[in-house]
């Protein structure tokens, strides 16, 4: 190989690693670009904004009780989405959501989920992926961003959500902080 082909390959490596290692960025660094707060009232809650629709007969049981490990599960939610974390707070839109967990034993605590949040004004963001139910308090489950209407058409990126201390369990009113990312 003579000295040209040598520079050559140097160049084309040298700009090979530079855009494939490029424009990278720590996910930990970013702003979201938008925080909501969203609000799922589940039974013993009186008016249950999710409920399980299949199998037949769970309707009514308390989140804790489900079907055996291994049963399918499909859990639909018109859940609450807020502007600030205070309950009292301006409802501005809906988070629909499908939820399948424990499709197998191996996998009760992962739940697959797909919906998207409606701004009811026209604006929307869809979301899927799969959230691990076991994760604690302040940890964050993250979805992908697939899609959107009004301002957030096309939008992809990511959408993070956690479980808030002020969830009741007793109560059946779970609160989750939600960032969504959009590139």
Same mark, same amino acid.
């Given at each position: 190989?003579?000295?040209?082909?040598?520079?050559?390959?140097?160049?084309?490596?040298?700009?090979?690693?530079?855009?494939?290692?490029?424009?990278? $960025?720590?996910?930990?660094?970013?702003?979201?670009?938008i925080?909501?707060?969203?609000? /799922? /009232?589940?039974v013993? !809650?009186?008016?249950?904004?999710a /409920?399980?629709?299949?199998?037949?007969?769970?309707?009514?049981?308390?989140?804790?009780?489900?079907?055996?490990?291994?049963?399918? #599960?499909?859990? @639909?939610?018109? !859940?609450?989405?807020?502007?600030?974390?205070?309950?009292?707070?301006?409802i501005?839109?809906?988070?629909?959501?499908?939820?399948?967990?424990?499709?197998?034993?191996?996998?009760?605590?992962? $739940?697959?989920?797909?919906?998207? @949040?409606?701004?009811?004004?026209?604006?929307?963001?869809?979301?899927?992926?799969?959230? &691990?139910?076991?994760?604690?308090?302040?940890?964050? !489950?993250?979805?992908?961003?697939?899609?959107?209407?009004?301002?957030?058409? &096309?939008?992809n990126?990511?959408?993070?959500?956690?479980?808030?201390?002020?969830? !009741?369990?007793?109560?059946?009113?779970?609160?989750? #902080?939600? &960032?969504?990312?959009?590139?």
């Amino acid at each position: 190989m003579g000295p040209r082909s040598r520079a050559t390959l140097t160049v084309i490596v040298s700009l090979f690693l530079s855009l494939s290692c490029g424009g990278w $960025t720590s996910v930990e660094a970013l702003t979201p670009t938008i925080t909501l707060y969203t609000v /799922r /009232r589940q039974v013993p !809650n009186l008016t249950p904004t999710a /409920r399980t629709i299949y199998p037949d007969g769970y309707f009514f049981l308390p989140p804790t009780v489900g079907p055996p490990r291994g049963i399918p #599960q499909v859990i @639909i939610g018109d !859940n609450e989405v807020r502007a600030a974390r205070d309950l009292t707070s301006p409802i501005i839109g809906a988070l629909r959501l499908y939820r399948s967990p424990g499709f197998a034993t191996t996998s009760s605590d992962r $739940t697959y989920a797909f919906g998207l @949040i409606d701004f009811f004004n026209e604006d929307t963001i869809s979301i899927s992926g799969v959230i &691990n139910a076991s994760v604690p308090v302040g940890a964050f !489950n993250e979805l992908a961003v697939v899609g959107g209407t009004g301002k957030y058409r &096309n939008a992809n990126g990511y959408y993070q959500v956690a479980t808030l201390p002020e969830s !009741n369990s007793a109560t059946g009113v779970i609160v989750f #902080q939600v &960032n969504i990312y959009i590139s």
